[in-house]
């Protein structure tokens, strides 16, 4: 944590909400996009994002500096998230069995695919992994937030953290090759500038 | 090692989570292992493509826009 991250929340807690505004507009985008990789859904994203807002407004005074603003304040979310999402969602609304993947001769640009294809993983992340492994992955992968960090947010122990990540990973990859994500994809680095170069 | 050890360290060797020893065992078997040479590239695959979630593009009107109706200060 720096020096001015401390320093703004000091101030936070003496009661400055410009120093709060400031803590929390450097990470607001962050969260939202947290909130809308885990739900898929903008406006849900939207909202918890201002309810944690709110929340961590109000916990301010109790937050001891144990781990980095961004840290706290994602782990609000997620407790959020948690608690107002419903896991079973209505399956068909977002079902890929609906998607057609566009044909050869009446190839889309290439955003399309893109878009289609991030769509696609989102679709996965929402349905087909358990919400554990979809929070540890998101918060790994999309987040760079280290292990002891998702220990942290996720509240569990580092060995579960461990295993939640790699159960993840491995569900997600099984999940992107036998699916129409892989079909995306290779439509995709087809016309890319080698996203699959490793 | 073998390729069930190799597979299920898969993860902490994306992440350099490993003791050097382990890591350089990991490795080898890899590379002299077809099977495990291919599950771990489509393994590093997978991961490269969900990352493309982090350039989604949220709407206009958020994280950005202060006079949003959604975006209100505390």
């Known amino acids: 944590m720096n020096a001015d991250e401390v320093s703004l929340i000091e101030e936070a807690k003496k009661g400055s909400r410009a120093a709060f505004n400031k803590l929390f507009s450097n990470e607001q985008k962050s969260v939202i996009n947290l909130m809308l990789q885990l739900t898929g859904d903008i406006a849900s994203a939207e909202d918890l994002a201002q309810e944690a807002m709110i929340i961590a407004y109000k916990k301010i005074m109790g937050f001891h500096l144990e781990s980095s603003f961004r840290t706290w304040l994602s782990k609000i979310a997620i407790n959020l998230f948690r608690a107002h999402y419903r896991e079973k969602r209505k399956h068909e609304t977002l079902c890929l069995e609906r998607v057609q993947i566009p044909s050869t001769e009446d190839r889309p640009e290439r955003v399309i695919i893109k878009r289609e294809l991030q769509w696609c993983i989102l679709h996965n992340l929402q349905h087909h992994l358990p919400k554990k492994y979809r929070l540890a992955l998101v918060l790994r992968d999309l987040h760079n937030f280290s292990y002891q960090e998702i220990s942290q947010i996720g509240g569990w122990n580092l060995a579960q953290t461990k295993i939640y990540i790699h159960r993840a990973r491995k569900k997600f990859k099984e999940r992107f090759i036998n699916g129409k994500c892989k079909a995306f994809a290779d439509d995709y680095t087809c016309v890319c500038e080698g996203i699959l170069d490793l | ?74």
């Open chain 2, 1 to 74: 090692m073998n390729c069930r050890k190799a597979k299920a360290l898969f993860s902490k060797l994306y992440d350099l989570e490993l003791n050097p020893e382990i890591q350089e065992a990991v490795n080898k078997h890899i590379a002299a292992c077809p099977d495990c040479r291919s599950q771990y590239t489509d393994f590093k695959k997978a991961i490269i493509i969900l990352r493309l979630l982090k350039k989604v593009e949220l709407p206009p009107h958020s994280a950005d826009d202060e006079s949003s109706s959604s975006q209100k200060k505390p």
